[in-house]
């Protein structure tokens, strides 16, 4: 029975993956972390161990007591908090992941890691951003990303790690808000059309960034870790994408369920590092390689995140 970790799992990611994970593999078998400890009644409910991952000792006493054979490890910092925190940045996502990969090539388990369009800089082609490019990160979450793939390939090809990460662009989901990271606009601004028919967005209206929705996400990782080992060519991290979409376009395709949203735009520090990333990405080694295909696009992403959340049903027709 394949027993499973995932760390940050309280995270956005972390939850919907939760959730797809004891689907697959039953409850029992999926240990949730994180660093917080929770409520008295809610760690009855599932097995949850708190971990801060740059403690080893601790990561290798639940390794050994478990004995797993997959880890999710999402534990990180996002790019906004990351630059507000650039030395505890590092020492999470980098040290962190360090620690992870030790334990994987010590007691031979597979891993999951998230990279990120991060990883990529302004040197980057920004259109149709290849797998292999220039990557010059100009945040330290992504100088955290850009090492992390070089510190997966290396365990990788020196200690025969099988970790496998894709490059994730901005998610939206419903369940989960996503916490400090640039993309997170992209779900606030539902909650502030239904909330209260405004939302002022950090980001310029013609910022147009490579985007996907949840469970495109998590059909990816899945597919990624069910793939035939000798698929993965790429192990430091796999281009991946869905959509690519500008702030404006989000907010007309909003505006077909609730005519009277506006949004305004204040751009915070947060432009300089949506500025610096791609804006659409090249994923065709994903789709070669073990055969990506996204689902859902703008369209459908709105229309589903308004049936989550609950209203309003049905696009309202506009008459010109
Ligand atoms: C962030 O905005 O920091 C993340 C990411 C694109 O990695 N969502």
Redesign the pocket.
């Known amino acids: 029975m394949t027993k499973i970790l995932v760390t940050g799992s309280k995270g956005q990611i972390g939850s919907d993956l939760i959730v797809a994970l004891r689907d697959r593999y039953g409850v029992m078998q999926v240990i949730e972390s994180g660093r917080q400890k929770l409520p008295p009644l809610e760690d009855k409910l599932f097995l949850y161990e708190t971990l801060d991952v740059r403690d080893l000792k601790r990561l290798q006493q639940i390794v050994e007591r478990y004995r797993f054979d997959i880890i999710y490890h999402l534990a990180s910092l ?3 908090t990351g630059e507000q925190n650039p030395h505890l940045c590092w020492d999470i996502n980098v040290n962190g992941l360090k620690n992870v990969l030790e334990v994987a090539k010590s007691h031979r388990i597979k891993v999951f890691w998230p990279s ?3 990883a990529f800089g302004p040197h980057t082609p920004k259109i149709d951003t290849p797998q292999i490019a220039i990557a010059d990160p100009s945040t330290m ?1 992504g100088i955290t990303k850009a090492t992390g793939e070089l510190l997966c390939r290396y365990y990788a090809t020196r200690f025969g790690v099988d970790v496998r990460s894709l490059r ?4 939206i989901s419903y369940s989960t808000p ?1 916490g ?5 606009f992209a779900v606030e601004i539902f909650h502030a059309a239904l909330k209260n028919g405004t939302y002022t967005c950090f980001l310029r209206p013609d910022t147009r960034l490579p985007m996907m929705y949840m469970p495109d996400a998590i059909r990816a990782i899945l597919t990624l870790m069910e793939a035939d080992p000798n698929a993965i060519a790429i192990r430091t991290s796999y281009n991946i994408t869905a959509v690519s979409f500008s702030v404006e376009e989000l907010v007309t395709e909003i505006q077909k369920y609730i005519p009277e949203f506006t949004c305004r735009y204040e751009p915070d520090f947060r432009q300089a590092i949506a500025d610096s990333w791609p804006s659409i990405i090249d994923d065709s080694k994903a789709r070669s390689d073990w055969g990506w295909k996204p689902a859902c696009d703008l369209s459908a992403i709105v229309a589903d995140m308004f049936a989550k959340l609950k209203k309003p049903e049905k696009p309202v027709i506009l008459t010109s």
């Open positions: 996002l790019s906004a990120s369009i991060a979450y994730l662009p901005g998610i996503p400090g990271g640039t993309t997170d």
